[in-house]
């Protein structure tokens, strides 16, 4: 069996508002063989960039675009082709965005994996210790803490007994900052509590917000450095009255292993979409074994809700999955399965490989880009 193409299509809703959702467009990678089977993936990185990963021509022996190395491949040997790409584009990646795009060819290359050998890529991974997983609802900040009250009683309303709030208006004042999370605990009444303060504050500011945000019974405090303070995150971690949680931004294990080996955070957060199964397995193994804990980062569509949820689910202390609500049509209806947690609780998919079939005429209706060959 051999890759014959790898196509790399973009959707995008037809209007993109000005706020951090990365539900507003996708890139889906798909590999095919000479035997008719297809490996479904995607990155959580801009779709545009990411295509231009993989249509890059041949520039020299470590610059090169990822379908230049993958056709004609074996797709059954994940873990040579990762090291295969990674070596071929030291000239133009290591880290982020190149990286990012290895993480959904690896993903597309385990659901085709799964779909050839006929099992469930939890199964691949060395078998799930979990059919569900409590999941908490992901979603932005009102714009005062009312607002935010409002979104936290319609998710717990919903069934979910975690709710997490993040981002844009966090940062622009004491006062407000104050206002949203006191909204927010109003909103989930006695449901976990999670803020995401999406990279705004200095090193004392975070301190001291943790400090005040811990009056509220926050589970964790989520991102309030820049994703590139690792010393700072390590600062805060050792004072922090509530836990830490980081490391959506890291694209594979070379990038998680500093965060790691320095045990930086109380939560590691891995984003399937961004270092697939190969990087995300060690990665995982890794945090587990410095006594810190696991959860999975997903904004993005069902493709990688299921990827996530097969993931989290091969570990022993998974506690929480997250689950993105946000009402797009790209995260509910790229799959025809809504992969969605029902009352709290996200069930593992148990098809082979990813065990989610594409939503074709939904995937026509936001093409905005498609490149194969």
């Known amino acids: 069996m051999k890759i014959t193409e790898v196509l790399c299509q973009v959707l995008r809703l037809p209007k993109v508002a000005a706020k951090t959702d990365s539900s507003q467009d996708a890139v889906i990678i798909r590999i095919r063989t000479d035997d008719g089977l297809e490996g479904v993936g995607e990155v959580a990185a801009q779709p545009e960039v990411v295509k231009a990963v993989i249509d890059a021509p041949f520039s020299h022996n470590i610059a090169c675009g990822l379908r230049e190395l993958l056709v004609g491949e074996n797709p059954l040997d994940t873990r040579r082709l990762w090291e295969k790409m990674y070596r071929r584009t030291m000239y133009i990646g290591r880290r982020a965005v190149v990286v990012a795009t290895m993480g ?157 080996d320095q045990e930086a955070l109380d939560v590691y957060q891995v984003d399937l979409a961004r270092n697939g199964f190969s990087e995300a397995a060690f990665i995982g193994q890794r945090v587990q074994e410095v006594g810190a804990r696991l959860v999975n980062h997903f904004y993005t569509t069902g493709i990688t809700a299921a990827a996530s949820a097969h993931w989290l689910a091969t570990f022993r202390d998974a506690f929480l999955f997250e689950d993105c609500v946000e009402d797009s049509p790209l995260r509910h209806e790229v799959t025809e399965q809504r992969i969605q947690a029902v009352d709290g609780w996200i069930e593992v998919p148990e098809g082979p490989g990813l065990g989610i079939t594409l939503n074709e005429p939904l995937i026509r209706r936001y093409l905005v880009s498609e490149s194969g060959g």
């Open 104 to 260: 959904g060819v690896d993903m597309a290359l385990w659901d085709l994996k799964g779909k050839y050998l006929e099992l469930p890529i939890h199964q691949l991974l060395g078998g799930k210790q979990h059919d569900r997983i409590k999941a908490y609802a992901s979603i932005l900040f009102g714009a005062d803490g009312a607002a935010t009250a409002d979104i936290g009683r319609r998710w717990v309303e919903a069934g979910y007994r975690a709710v997490k709030f993040g981002w844009e208006p966090m940062g622009r004042s004491e006062a407000l900052d104050l206002d949203l999370v006191r909204g927010a605990r109003r909103g989930v009444g006695d449901a976990e509590l999670l803020i995401d303060a999406g990279c705004v504050y200095d090193r004392r500011t975070a301190l001291r917000r943790a400090e005040q945000y811990a009056d509220f019974g926050i589970g964790w405090l989520e991102e309030p450095l820049s994703q590139d303070d690792l010393a700072g995150y390590r600062w805060l971690r050792d004072r922090s009255p509530v836990p830490i949680a980081a490391g959506e931004g890291e694209c594979g294990s070379a990038a998680f292993k500093p965060w790691i």
